[in-house]
């Protein structure tokens, strides 16, 4: 293998490790939501970190009730992010300057701002996470 290829690897496979930890990081400290805090309305995101501690415990209905959205973008950012290191490795253009990069985020940013409002209308409360047992 190429000294420039190992580096390569070496750099892309560091960045994906930080991913991973800061995940973690963020995982293990459960930040409150400040949208939720503030303003009394559920965001997006709300629901992610029960969502993953039942999909540690193996419960995928329970991780999907918690958080619909985020049950399949999550895995789909994880996907992203690892095919952008290969890219990366192989010298190849990132995927985030071809042409299709842009309308992809804003129907993904659409599908977000549209799940936020669905979420906290009373005839979509089943979106809604479920209540802390706390």
């Given amino acids: ?18 991913l991973f930890l800061l995940c973690l990081l963020l995982y293990a ?5 400040l949208i939720l ?4 309305y559920y965001c997006a995101g709300c629901g992610t970190q029960r969502m993953i501690a039942s999909l540690l415990q193996g419960d995928f209905p329970g991780a999907f009730r918690q958080n619909p959205l985020m049950f399949f973008l999550l895995p789909l950012a994880g996907i992203y992010a690892a095919a952008e290191a290969v890219r990366y490795v192989g010298k190849k253009r990132p ?17 977000s701002l549209l799940f936020t409002l669905l ?16």
Avoid: Q
Wanted: aromatic residues 8%; glycine residues 2%; positive net charge.
């Fill in 95 to 111: 995927l985030w300057k071809s042409r299709a990069f842009l309308p992809v985020l804003l129907v993904l940013l659409f599908l």
């Fill in 29 to 33: 400290l459960r930040p409150p939501c």
């Fill in 119 to 134: 979420r906290n209308l009373p005839a979509f409360s089943f979106l809604a996470p479920l209540p802390t047992l706390s």
């Fill in 37 to 40: 805090s503030s303003t009394g």
């Fill in 1 to 18: 293998m190429k000294r420039e290829t190992v580096r390569r690897t070496l750099r892309a496979a560091a960045v994906l490790l930080a």
